[in-house]
């Protein structure tokens, strides 16, 4: 999962990351309305974590654009504004929920899981592209009944490309998906290949479809 924290008080923001770091997700950081309101309209997240008092601008006001730009990013707001007129807007102008300050990390966690969920594919906690079918909770894969093992990232962009299906989807959208604000740090697309190398071969020791495609010097297909 990758999640962009749109926060401008630095010792929460840390926290927050390093919480969610622990648990496995690629976090990625905002300080001012003008930089959250860049990155998500720029890349991909599953959630965006908002607070209200932001350099620059409203929370609210960044919620709002974002939904009227039709992004499809969850957004959860954080905020010490604990009023119901704010929470009533909040949610009313785009927000998935609203969550006030302070909080524990493992309500915010949960919440944010509940919000992809009821997002996510009406409500399914499994995908199905052909005989590939991915539990979304246990972050499993089964083909024909037997589960695959695979590593976190291969399963990182197995169902990265299987949600993106029948599009091509770049190595560098791939890299970024996987290490968010970290891809410059890797040397080279080495590890992507070695990667999509190790899952073409699992897939055909299942006897799975040839889900993969190669398109040469750009990226990958998922076609099911």
């Given at each position: 999962?990758?999640?962009?924290?749109v926060?401008?008080?630095?010792?929460?923001?840390?926290?927050?990351?390093?919480?969610?770091?622990?648990?496995?997700?690629?976090?990625?950081?905002?300080?001012?309305?003008?930089?959250?309101?860049?990155?998500?309209?720029?890349?991909?997240?599953?959630?965006?974590?908002?607070?209200?008092?932001?350099?620059?601008?409203?929370?609210?006001?960044?919620?709002?654009?974002?939904?009227?730009?039709?992004?499809?990013?969850?957004?959860l707001?954080?905020?010490?504004?604990?009023?119901?007129?704010?929470?009533?807007?909040?949610?009313?102008?785009?927000?998935?929920?609203?969550?006030?300050?302070?909080?524990?990390?493992?309500?915010?966690?949960?919440?944010?899981?509940?919000?992809?969920?009821?997002?996510?594919?009406?409500?399914?906690?499994?995908?199905?592209?052909?005989?590939?079918?991915?539990?979304?909770?246990?972050?499993?894969?089964?083909?024909?009944?037997?589960?695959?093992?695979?590593?976190?990232?291969?399963?990182?962009?197995?169902?990265?490309?299987?949600?993106?299906?029948?599009?091509?989807?770049?190595?560098d959208?791939?890299a970024?998906?996987?290490?968010?604000?970290?891809?410059?740090?890797?040397?080279s697309?080495?590890?992507?290949?070695?990667?999509?190398?190790?899952?073409?071969?699992?897939?055909?020791?299942?006897?799975?479809?040839?889900?993969?495609?190669?398109?040469?010097?750009i990226?990958?297909?998922?076609?099911?």
């Amino acid at each position: 999962m990758k999640i962009l924290i749109v926060e401008d008080e630095p010792d929460l923001l840390n926290l927050v990351k390093r919480y969610f770091k622990k648990e496995g997700y690629v976090c990625e950081e905002a300080i001012t309305f003008r930089e959250g309101y860049k990155k998500i309209n720029n890349f991909e997240y599953d959630c965006a974590i908002i607070d209200l008092n932001l350099p620059g601008g409203d929370g609210l006001k960044l919620v709002e654009m974002l939904r009227r730009d039709n992004t499809q990013t969850a957004i959860l707001i954080v905020s010490a504004r604990e009023t119901i007129d704010d929470r009533i807007k909040g949610l009313e102008i785009g927000a998935d929920d609203y969550l006030t300050k302070p909080f524990n990390l493992s309500e915010l966690n949960a919440r944010i899981k509940a919000v992809l969920r009821r997002k996510t594919d009406n409500f399914s906690e499994e995908l199905n592209f052909g005989d590939l079918v991915f539990n979304l909770s246990e972050r499993r894969v089964t083909a024909q009944n037997t589960e695959l093992k695979l590593t976190k990232k291969e399963y990182d962009i197995l169902l990265y490309l299987a949600r993106n299906k029948n599009r091509v989807v770049t190595k560098d959208s791939i890299a970024e998906h996987l290490w968010g604000d970290y891809m410059d740090d890797a040397i080279s697309f080495d590890f992507i290949y070695a990667h999509v190398k190790n899952l073409r071969k699992k897939l055909t020791q299942n006897d799975c479809g040839d889900y993969l495609k190669t398109v040469y010097g750009i990226g990958y297909k998922f076609i099911s």
